[in-house]
């Protein structure tokens, strides 16, 4: 092949090359074209988009390092250019991508209920209307016991201990008289004292209701027309015997208590509540507790008390549960797991939890409006319940709020405001342009003899600074030494006239 087939060739391949290449670029010109014809509004839809304006560049790696144009930062990293309509509205605007790389999610506010479980924990108790001392009201000696340990379940009337008491002998004497004079002067003529007797029978009756004996030793008294030895001391309800302070045998007083019975039929719980949700428990709620006995059960009851005061150690308050109690599985002393379901409150306008960013003055939530812009707004809380927060004032039904990531763009979006802020502040206090500084002096030719010893002080004359730059080329100046140090000051040994003798004289005294 001759040297003429070889340009040929290579001709042909570089025309070939070139409209390649001039088609790759002019790709998506041609694609527009031909895609939905010619007209206007074809050629307008092609027309590149509004170029967009920088505001000023910044460091990737420290976005508060701003310059006024491309280059690098003090870190070597390339400047990033920062877009006018990126922080439009007091907002920042954030690429898809990025917010994808970020996990931005969002979730719209919504009109709902707001209602929560209050959480706490509270330990059973007596019910205190229900607990009872059993004393004895006279002086004596235990004679027997019935029930001789503590825990032992009794039924109401049953018995507890029988006392022998002389007091109380004496007093079924007195009562066994009054039944003899009663039954004496019942069919007598004269009805005073049929009247006088009958009181007398019911005063000395009185006396032994009054010392707690028992109806049924009463009757035996009046019937058998014999004094008892000793008084039966009943149980006045059902219940558990959780105190026992007697023995046989032991001497007893009035006022002594003998017994302490408990009816567990209903039970209490204390539960503490954190001071920041007492607001929402009221009387009547309703309320369940587990208990670690029994796993997977629940009792359920109510809310019957709040304390009116709060505990200063534990900043909490006392609420008093009540459940009833039936079988006896809840023992006093048992630790409960307490929720409170207290009444939902009305419908509010809410936001998740997690969209709220909590501050010391101010909370915010960040507002998705659109487009890639993002914005902060300051909300005002109300009540907290299932996750949600209700906002009083600040964000509307409807509005898209971020649930993740705000932290990223609230802190972008503060430093975007300060930077903003700064560059505004360096725009509009440029600095005054200084003073040129003033050109040596030229002295040469001066001929300066007979000059010499004279002392070349610059200090207190204006106009004559940079004289240290000044230039002593071909200057006469012999004789000219000039002393590397002042020669120091000679002293007067005169010493000092005084006016008048009176001066010395009160001087030496």
Same mark, same amino acid.
């Given at each position: 092949?001759?040297?003429?087939?070889?340009?040929?060739?290579?001709?042909?391949?570089?025309?070939?090359?070139?409209?390649?290449?001039?088609?790759?670029?002019?790709?998506?010109?041609?694609?527009?074209?031909?895609?939905?014809?010619?007209?206007?509004?074809?050629?307008?839809?092609?027309?590149?988009?509004?170029?967009?304006?920088?505001?000023?560049?910044?460091?990737?790696?420290?976005?508060?390092?701003?310059?006024?144009?491309?280059?690098?930062?003090?870190?070597?990293?390339?400047?990033?250019?920062?877009?006018?309509?990126?922080?439009?509205?007091?907002?920042?605007?954030?690429?898809?991508?990025?917010?994808?790389?970020?996990?931005?999610?969002?979730?719209?506010?919504?009109?709902?209920?707001?209602?929560?479980?209050?959480?706490?924990?509270?330990?059973?108790?007596?019910?205190?209307?229900?607990?009872?001392?059993?004393?004895?009201?006279?002086?004596?000696?235990?004679?027997?016991?019935?029930?001789?340990?503590?825990?032992?379940?009794?039924?109401?009337?049953?018995?507890?201990?029988?006392?022998?008491?002389?007091?109380?002998?004496?007093?079924?004497?007195?009562?066994?008289?009054?039944?003899?004079?009663?039954?004496?002067?019942?069919?007598?003529?004269?009805?005073?004292?049929?009247?006088?007797?009958?009181?007398?029978?019911?005063?000395?009756?009185?006396?032994?209701?009054?010392?707690?004996?028992?109806?049924?030793?009463?009757?035996?008294?009046?019937?058998?027309?014999?004094?008892?030895?000793?008084?039966?001391?009943?149980?006045?309800?059902?219940?558990?015997?959780?105190?026992?302070?007697?023995?046989?045998?032991?001497?007893?007083?009035?006022?002594?208590?003998?017994?302490?019975?408990?009816?567990?039929?209903?039970?209490?719980?204390?539960?503490?509540?954190?001071?920041?949700?007492?607001?929402?428990?009221?009387?009547?709620?309703?309320?369940?507790?587990?208990?670690?006995?029994?796993?997977?059960?629940?009792?359920?009851?109510?809310?019957?008390?709040?304390?009116?005061?709060?505990?200063?150690?534990?900043?909490?308050?006392?609420?008093?549960?009540?459940?009833?109690?039936?079988?006896?599985?809840?023992?006093?002393?048992?630790?409960?797991?307490?929720?409170?379901?207290?009444?939902?409150?009305?419908?509010?306008?809410?936001?998740?939890?997690?969209?709220?960013?909590?501050?010391?003055?101010?909370?915010?939530?960040?507002?998705?409006?659109?487009?890639?812009?993002?914005?902060?707004?300051?909300?005002?809380?109300?009540?907290?319940?299932?996750?949600?927060?209700?906002?009083?004032?600040?964000?509307?039904?409807?509005?898209?709020?971020?649930?993740?990531?705000?932290?990223?763009?609230?802190?972008?979006?503060?430093?975007?405001?300060?930077?903003?802020?700064?560059?505004?502040?360096?725009?509009?206090? +440029?600095?005054?342009?200084?003073?040129?500084?003033?050109?040596?002096? *030229? #002295?040469? &030719? $001066? /001929? !300066?003899? @007979? =000059? %010499?010893?004279?002392?070349?002080?610059? +200090?207190?004359?204006?106009?004559?600074?940079?004289?240290?730059?000044? *230039? #002593?080329? &071909? $200057? /006469? !100046?012999? @004789? =000219? %030494?000039?002393?590397?140090?002042?020669?120091?000051?000679?002293?007067?040994?005169?010493?000092?006239?005084?006016?008048? #003798?009176?001066?010395?004289?009160?001087? @030496?005294?």
């Amino acid at each position: 092949m001759n040297s003429a087939d070889y340009r040929k060739r290579f001709f042909v391949t570089l025309a070939l090359a070139v409209a390649i290449a001039g088609l790759y670029f002019l790709r998506h010109e041609i694609a527009g074209l031909f895609a939905a014809g010619h007209g206007p509004a074809q050629q307008a839809a092609v027309q590149p988009a509004k170029e967009r304006k920088i505001k000023y560049w910044t460091d990737p790696m420290d976005p508060a390092y701003t310059a006024q144009g491309p280059g690098k930062s003090p870190m070597g990293m390339e400047l990033v250019p920062v877009y006018e309509d990126d922080t439009a509205g007091g907002g920042i605007r954030i690429r898809p991508e990025v917010q994808q790389n970020i996990g931005v999610r969002t979730q719209k506010a919504k009109v709902r209920p707001v209602s929560r479980t209050v959480r706490a924990s509270g330990v059973v108790a007596f019910d205190e209307r229900k607990v009872t001392n059993v004393q004895a009201k006279v002086s004596g000696w235990v004679e027997k016991l019935f029930v001789n340990f503590t825990g032992e379940k009794v039924k109401k009337g049953d018995y507890l201990l029988e006392l022998y008491s002389p007091e109380l002998v004496a007093t079924e004497e007195e009562f066994l008289l009054a039944v003899k004079n009663r039954d004496a002067v019942m069919n007598n003529k004269d009805l005073d004292l049929m009247t006088g007797g009958e009181a007398m029978y019911q005063a000395a009756r009185k006396r032994l209701q009054y010392l707690d004996v028992p109806e049924h030793q009463i009757w035996d008294i009046e019937w058998k027309k014999e004094v008892l030895k000793t008084l039966h001391i009943h149980s006045p309800f059902d219940g558990v015997v959780v105190g026992k302070m007697v023995s046989a045998g032991l001497q007893v007083g009035p006022g002594m208590t003998l017994y302490t019975i408990a009816d567990l039929s209903t039970v209490w719980v204390m539960a503490d509540v954190y001071e920041y949700e007492i607001g929402w428990v009221k009387t009547g709620d309703r309320a369940s507790i587990t208990v670690p006995a029994y796993p997977g059960r629940t009792f359920t009851g109510r809310v019957a008390f709040i304390a009116p005061v709060l505990e200063r150690e534990t900043r909490t308050v006392k609420v008093r549960l009540e459940f009833a109690n039936p079988r006896g599985d809840l023992k006093p002393e048992m630790f409960a797991a307490v929720d409170i379901r207290p009444s939902e409150r009305p419908k509010a306008v809410t936001v998740p939890k997690e969209a709220v960013i909590r501050g010391g003055k101010r909370d915010v939530v960040i507002v998705a409006l659109g487009g890639g812009l993002f914005s902060p707004r300051e909300v005002r809380l109300g009540v907290e319940g299932e996750g949600y927060y209700e906002i009083t004032n600040g964000v509307a039904e409807g509005d898209e709020v971020v649930t993740s990531a705000q932290f990223l763009i609230d802190s972008e979006s503060n430093l975007r405001e300060a930077t903003n802020k700064m560059l505004s502040h360096s725009h509009s206090a +440029e600095p005054a342009p200084q003073p040129a500084p003033a050109a040596p002096a *030229d #002295h040469s &030719g $001066m /001929k !300066m003899d @007979g =000059m %010499e010893g004279m002392p070349m002080e610059h +200090e207190g004359h204006t106009g004559m600074e940079g004289m240290e730059h000044m *230039d #002593h080329s &071909g $200057m /006469k !100046m012999e @004789g =000219m %030494e000039m002393p590397s140090e002042p020669a120091p000051k000679k002293h007067s040994k005169k010493k000092p006239k005084h006016k008048n #003798h009176a001066d010395h004289a009160g001087h @030496g005294e």
